[in-house]
């Protein structure tokens, strides 16, 4: 069952990207919740990575919890991450990286993901989209705001 319209033949629904992302955090970072040791693979050897592109039925409040759930996993490891950590070796499916070079390659990935679904709930709530910044107009006043909470 998909969850809504796709953009494009091939392209993934909203829950498709929001489980993805979902088995991505927990298979990465599942493993360093309780900190960092030395030899840690972030690749959990159970991931059916496949799986997660496929249509699912489930409902929006277990999506919610899909969503929640897996960047809990995400902050909960970088919460446990001492400086020290940072520079020590994790490898993704055998290669190596240090911790700070898989976390910035985490973010990268996770941010092109958001910014999917951005897009695609832009485009399918068209008139109704609320933005997510400063609406378009509005830089002027947003900054005038911004320099009188400054002078308080």
Known sequence: MA?????????????VLVGHLAGNMHSRWGGLRGGYAPGMEGETPGRNRDA????????ADELQAVWEG?????????DHLRSADLTGT????????????ATQRQVAHYSGHVYQLVLLVKTLRGADWQTLSIPRGGSAAYNARL????RG
Do not use: K
Not at 147 to 150: D, G, L, N, P, S
């Open 70 to 78: 897996g960047w809990t996993v995400f902050l909960d490891a970088l």
């Open 3 to 15: 969850h809504g319209p796709l953009l494009s033949v091939g392209g993934n629904s909203a829950a």
């Open 52 to 59: 997660e592109f496929g249509e699912s039925d489930r409902t």
């Open 90 to 101: 994790l490898t993704i499916r055998g290669e190596a990286h240090t911790v700070l070079e």
């Open 147 to 150: 320099v009188a909470e400054r």
